[in-house]
């Protein structure tokens, strides 16, 4: 079922909302590509940060950086959601995140305050401190924090599959239009600055010495970054014509998701299971391969990756009806790993760039840790 996104927002390193993003993209730079340190041991490295204020959030439980992003975008989208809840009805608005880190640093900052004070394994329970609730560390719990901010009442609920989690959540997001559960659906992605995902990738050896360099011949890792892309979805309203003002309209073709399962961390070197998410999402789509003049590549910078796409795009291309060679390249340079964030900011990149007449149809492609693959197949009209 083809879906309009008849609205959506992104913050990430390369801006606050769609129109920063898209003047940064084009001009190729990042303000919150920075170098930090202090986050892992005698080491700096580059992070992309969303440099906007962010909203604070009264109640405790609910209080945390992923929350506070998903605030500034849910806050920029107000006026749209309340139309559609108008339109609908509360019951009949549902929302799909994708998240992999939700309270994670909040709970480091619980740990160091409780060593701090004499805690250890052997000592007894102690409350958490102040500002802390467990709560925090539950996956669904962005998704239960915008429902509430929201006042929606249907579904809601996070997808966490790593670095594929907001692609995925865009398939959940169809399903439930698709059967009719929901008339429409908030989704996308949110993650915020993570210690614990730092140090983690530290220790695989997957982080870059300096700024990543994805498909260069001497690229060594990644950058990491947060941010947060929201879009409100639905069936299309009418003809497929221009909006107001000859702004392009932004569908969801379709979504495709595969599972190979290769390795705990390692992509299929093959590309198999890339390419079958690449080829599910053009089939649901209905559209021809042809179609698709841009490729947001995964594209993190690692020698694995980069090689296990650039061999899953060949096989996308060589195998096509006709003239296939679509425009490719990663954003990851600009915006860092976003994790379970990345499929939403970048299929935001995409939309941004459909809806500025620089391409007429695109995939966004989010592979992860497990063998989670996600296409995000989107056009414009």
Do not use: Q
Not at 15 to 31: H, I, K, V, Y
Not at 50 to 55: Q, T
Not at 241 to 260: C, I, Q
């Amino acid at each position: 079922m083809k879906l309009e996104i008849t609205s959506f927002w992104t913050a990430s390193a390369l801006g606050t909302g769609n129109e920063e993003t898209l003047a940064n993209l084009l001009a190729g730079r990042a303000p919150g590509m920075r170098e930090i340190s202090g986050d892992i041991p005698e080491r700096a490295i580059w992070f992309g940060s969303v440099l906007a204020d962010l909203p604070e959030i009264a109640e405790p439980r609910w209080n945390m950086r992923t929350n506070r992003l998903l605030a500034l975008a849910s806050d920029a989208l107000k006026d749209e959601i309340e139309s559609l809840v108008a339109r609908y009805g509360r019951d009949r608005v549902g929302i799909v995140l994708g998240s992999s880190n939700t309270g994670i640093d909040e709970a480091e900052g619980f740990i160091d305050k409780w060593l701090d004070d004499g805690g250890s394994e052997e000592a007894p329970a102690v409350p958490p401190p102040d500002g802390f609730e467990f709560t925090m560390i539950e996956l669904g719990t962005t998704a239960l924090f915008l429902k509430e901010r929201l006042g929606v009442d249907g579904p809601a609920y996070t997808v966490s599959t790593a670095c594929s989690s907001s692609a995925n959540a865009f398939a959940s997001a169809a399903r439930l239009i698709e059967t009719g559960v929901c008339d429409a659906v908030v989704t996308g992605g949110v993650d915020g600055r993570c210690r614990f995902a730092m140090n983690g990738f530290a220790a695989l050896g997957a982080l870059s010495e300096g700024r990543c360099r994805p498909f260069a011949p001497d690229r060594d890792g990644i950058n990491l970054g947060e941010g947060v892309g929201l879009f409100l979805l639905e069936r299309p309203s009418g003809a497929a014509a221009p909006r107001e003002g000859g702004a392009r309209r932004v569908f969801l073709e379709g979504v495709g998701e595969s599972s190979d399962a290769y390795h705990a961390t390692a992509p299929d070197p093959s590309g198999a299971g890339a390419l079958r998410a690449m080829l599910g999402a053009v089939e649901a789509s209905g559209m021809p391969r042809e179609a698709f003049d841009y490729v947001n590549f995964h594209g993190t910078g690692t020698v694995a990756n980069d090689d296990m796409e650039s061999r899953a795009l060949a096989g996308f291309t060589a195998s096509a009806a006709s003239g296939c060679s679509p425009r490719s390249e990663s954003t990851k340079s600009l915006t860092g790993h976003c994790l379970g964030a990345a499929g939403a900011v970048e299929a935001a990149i995409c939309a941004l760039l459909i809806k500025d007449g620089r391409c007429g149809a695109a995939l966004s492609n989010s592979f992860a840790f497990g063998g989670s693959n996600g296409t995000v197949a989107l056009s414009g009209s």
